[in-house]
């Protein structure tokens, strides 16, 4: 392997400690959230932590726009039950090309669901209003303008189960584009 190629490579290895470009992000949340430095860390791990015995109890995760299911199949692997995973994607697709990546089609307990999030006439989703608990969305509101952000918002608030005492919204968007 070429040091150019290594380099490229390394840039999508799993890196244990958190990079260092952080500074932002960790000052907001110890001025304005008023969280010690030293506590940053195991703050944003407990809500993973907080996410994955929520699906062990018997909570829900919805990855919307979830492409090859990357985030589902990690969430799989920390030791949460398949079974209360669901992957929804437009690009059908994405969802088998996850299967062919993963090798896991005849293994993988979640659902994966082809369906466009944002067709109010599309109802194949609705045999999942009221199960979820926690719906995960990365790199996709940014992808809409306002008015498509707000009924996709909408649309995930339909899937929580109407009792969840903690439903929780979690991802990454970028701001501006
Ligand atoms: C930029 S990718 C992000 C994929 C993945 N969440 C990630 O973080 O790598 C956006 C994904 O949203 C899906 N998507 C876009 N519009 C959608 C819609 N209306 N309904 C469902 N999925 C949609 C795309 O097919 C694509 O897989």
């Excluded at 907001?28 to 062990?56: A, G, M, T, W």
């Excluded at 692997?77 to 697709?93: K, S, Y």
């Excluded at 979820?132 to 649309?155: I, K, M, N, P």
Aim: charged share 30%; with cysteine; aromatic share 10%.
């Amino acid at each position: 392997m070429t040091d150019r190629t290594s380099t490229e490579a390394n840039r999508f290895d799993y890196h244990e400690e958190l990079p260092a470009d952080k500074e932002r992000v960790w000052s907001l949340l110890q001025s304005y959230s008023h969280i010690p430095r030293d506590e940053i860390e195991s703050h944003l791990r407990d809500i993973y932590f907080n996410i994955l015995e929520c699906l062990k109890s018997g909570g829900v995760l919805l990855d919307a726009g979830c492409a090859f299911g990357y985030i589902l199949r990690q969430i799989a692997i920390d030791d949460a039950p398949a079974a209360n995973l669901i992957g929804i994607d437009l690009q059908r697709g994405f969802l088998d090309l996850g299967y062919d990546l993963f090798k896991d089609r005849d293994t993988f307990e979640g659902k994966s669901l082809a369906s466009d999030l944002l067709n109010p006439d599309d109802h194949s989703l609705d045999v999942i209003n009221d199960t979820v608990d926690v719906s995960h969305a990365a790199a996709l509101f940014h992808l809409f303008d306002w008015e498509d952000q707000v009924s996709l918002g909408t649309r995930q608030v339909k899937f929580f189960k109407k009792d969840a005492k903690q439903a929780m919204i979690v991802g990454r968007q970028i701001g501006t584009l």
